[in-house]
């Protein structure tokens, strides 16, 4: 492979590059990926994989296995998406983000690799991210599907075993209209004769269909393995195996439950190749941490965080809120897509909250505070809402508001998470 000088020297000059290379933002398939890594000799990477999908949970589902794999001692290697603060979130070894100086390494060794073949961002840093994790002699790595899961770029991947932890509506304009559809995209990450966990207990016909084509050996939540609450604790158990007195989730709400579980039914089912013992699974399940999910920050006026942007968690964020209610009033703070379903998750969280304050979100997918309103009132022609031209305005709008005793709730996207939770740390900055 010809060696040039570096196209760039500084992180971000990579970055925006990387954002205009490919004509298409979002352009699934597998083709450009595999003849890339066919370049770099990672076709069949120097470490196992696990794969983790789903619409919802599959940041959580990774989180319980990087700490569950790292207590057990293993190098691991986490690739998230999409990031909340800095692009550095998306990959980490043993818990560390790798450096600006490893990612422009990595970049190079990507960019020399691809010749003419057009990359987009996501796959761009996909890449990336296995070239990081060879350089770091890692042991297993953890992928976080994107989108979807059969075309995405780290099914370019091939995992030792894979989990899909849920299957919701979301990103219908490339998956498909339906729940048949889009889990069927899902179990693309699948594989022949390879653990496959579904964590969904009611899961779409095509998912159970598309898993069977492929001879996946496939493990249900609810159907071949399940959890129960015990003596404070909780029990996981498959046939006659049982993992008892185990500590509660460390990630908050009664769906880390779920989570967990599939997450152990993955490394049990892996283990001939991957070990992982009760104690590093105990030690990672009160390790695991992951921000802005259900993240809540104690105070006069308690502070919670979650990205929920589709319906159904939006209902996850619902029952959490019911079970943590206060005194005082629910106010949220959201800004949301334009492509996302506003109405249903308006409707999921109707009940829980008393005044919406509504930011707007700028970018090719944006959506105005003037235009969420209406949609908003479309289905709640109650609520008590108010607009501003961005979610710092109307976060700042709910603080004015809140009483002690009240909550705000700061949900909708990624963007709308990071733009508050930027804004609070360059308060404290300045503050010190």
Known sequence: MPHNPPRFSTFDAWLRWQEQLHPNPIDLGLERVNRVLRVMNLEQPPYKVLTVGGTNGKGSCASFLDAMLRAQGYRVGAYTSPHLLR????????????????????????DQARGEVSLTYFE??????????????????????GMGGRLDAVNAADPLGALVASVG??????????????????????RHGRPAICGDREPPARLLETAGQLGADLKVLGRDFDWRESNGGWTWQSGETRIENLPPPALPGRIQYDNAASVIALLRAVRAELEVGEAAIRKGLQQARIAARFERVPGKVELIFDIAHNPDAARVLAANLATTRGRGRTLAVVGMFRDKAAEDVARALSDSVNDWFLGG??????QSAEELAARLRSVLPQAQLSEHATVVDAWQAA?????PGD?????GSFQTAAAVLRIRQESVTNRT
Do not use: M
């Open 361 to 366: 979100l700028s970018g090719p997918r944006g």
């Open 124 to 145: 761009f840093g996909t890449l990336a991210a296995f070239e990081i994790f060879r350089r770091h002699k890692i042991n297993v790595a953890v992928l976080e599907v």
């Open 399 to 403: 603080q004015a508001a809140a009483q």
């Open 87 to 110: 692009y550095n979130e998306r990959v980490c070894v043993n818990g560390v983000e790798a450096s600006d100086a490893e990612f422009c390494e990595a970049f190079e060794r990507v």
């Open 169 to 190: 509506l979301d990103h219908q304009e490339w998956l498909g209209p339906d729940r048949d559809s889009i889990g069927c995209e899902k179990a693309g990450i699948y």
């Open 407 to 411: 909550r705000i709730v700061v949900f």
